[in-house]
């Protein structure tokens, strides 16, 4: 692949792959490590954010002499090792896939990137350095809007009805920053547009009213009385 002549879709779709696969060793890591405190018989404490008596060090030096051992536990303990280094030659083996690929970004001096927020409600960001997300906030990266001016980016992504950070893109439109309802849910979600007269209010269960928009009979939220989203 000669970068030089790549385009910032190609690089950055390249850097995606590169991505998810640190991100599955990562987590081969995260498990094969837990299984060594365990191999250790460390202990973790109550509540969140709990951690483990021992470091990580502790336990995989704990493990290493479990698999010298020969006792009962000492294949597991091997095996733990092994995956262990496995899955950390392959996070160096990545980096190093990476790191042209970022060279000739920084070259270039940087194009546009973005980047979808995948384990919440898909805030669609510039970075994946924004401060509104998390160590924990994983992303798919959107590499074929990668190099586009951000009007052209952002008009795509809006009518396809993404969410933008707001931080991330100040001068969008507001609307383009919220949630915004699908086409087919009716204007009468929400309101108390339906007739009071006809509408069964103030029992335990069973409140509806028909909607003036779309006519249909429409469960109520209790206390407010609104009647709560529906399609049209």
Same mark, same amino acid.
């Given at each position: 692949?000669d970068?030089?002549a /790549?385009?910032p879709?190609?690089?950055?779709?390249?850097l995606?792959?590169?991505?998810?696969?640190a991100?599955?060793?990562?987590? +081969?890591?995260s498990l094969?490590?837990?299984?060594?405190?365990? *191999?250790? =018989?460390?202990r973790?404490g109550?509540?969140?954010?709990?951690?483990?008596?021992? !470091?990580?060090?502790? #336990?995989?030096?704990?493990?290493?002499?479990?698999?010298?051992s020969?006792? *009962?536990?000492?294949?597991?303990?091997?095996?733990?090792?092994? !995956?262990? #280094?496995?899955a950390? =030659?392959?996070?160096?083996?990545?980096?190093?896939?990476?790191?042209?690929?970022?060279?000739?970004?920084?070259?270039?001096?940087?194009?546009?990137?973005?980047?979808?927020?995948?384990?919440?409600?898909?805030? *669609?960001?510039?970075s994946?350095?924004?401060s509104t997300c998390?160590?924990?906030?994983?992303?798919a990266?959107?590499?074929?809007?990668s190099?586009?001016?951000?009007?052209?980016?952002? %008009?795509?992504?809006?009518?396809?009805?993404?969410i933008?950070? !707001?931080?991330?893109?100040? !001068?969008?439109?507001?609307?383009?920053?919220?949630?915004?309802? #699908?086409d087919?849910?009716?204007?009468? /979600?929400?309101? %108390?547009?339906y007739?009071?007269?006809? %509408?069964?209010i103030?029992?335990?269960?069973?409140?509806y009213?028909?909607?003036?928009?779309?006519?249909k009979?429409?469960?109520?939220? +209790?206390?407010?009385?609104?009647?709560?989203?529906?399609?049209?």
């Amino acid at each position: 692949m000669d970068l030089t002549a /790549s385009t910032p879709r190609e690089i950055d779709t390249e850097l995606f792959r590169v991505y998810v696969e640190a991100q599955e060793a990562a987590r +081969k890591i995260s498990l094969v490590t837990a299984d060594m405190h365990h *191999i250790a =018989k460390d202990r973790k404490g109550y509540g969140r954010g709990a951690r483990w008596g021992m !470091s990580d060090e502790e #336990a995989a030096d704990k493990t290493r002499q479990v698999a010298a051992s020969g006792g *009962i536990n000492a294949s597991r303990a091997q095996r733990a090792l092994d !995956s262990l #280094a496995a899955a950390e =030659k392959k996070v160096d083996d990545l980096n190093a896939e990476a790191a042209p690929l970022n060279a000739e970004f920084t070259r270039r001096g940087g194009w546009p990137r973005f980047f979808l927020v995948t384990n919440s409600n898909g805030h *669609i960001h510039r970075s994946m350095s924004c401060s509104t997300c998390r160590p924990t906030t994983q992303y798919a990266w959107l590499p074929e809007m990668s190099g586009k001016s951000e009007d052209e980016a952002l %008009a795509e992504l809006a009518e396809g009805g993404a969410i933008l950070c !707001s931080v991330c893109f100040p !001068s969008a439109p507001v609307e383009w920053t919220r949630k915004r309802d #699908a086409d087919d849910v009716c204007p009468g /979600s929400g309101t %108390a547009d339906y007739d009071r007269e006809t %509408a069964r209010i103030g029992f335990a269960a069973g409140n509806y009213g028909t909607c003036n928009h779309c006519g249909k009979n429409v469960t109520l939220n +209790k206390g407010s009385w609104l009647l709560r989203k529906h399609k049209a």
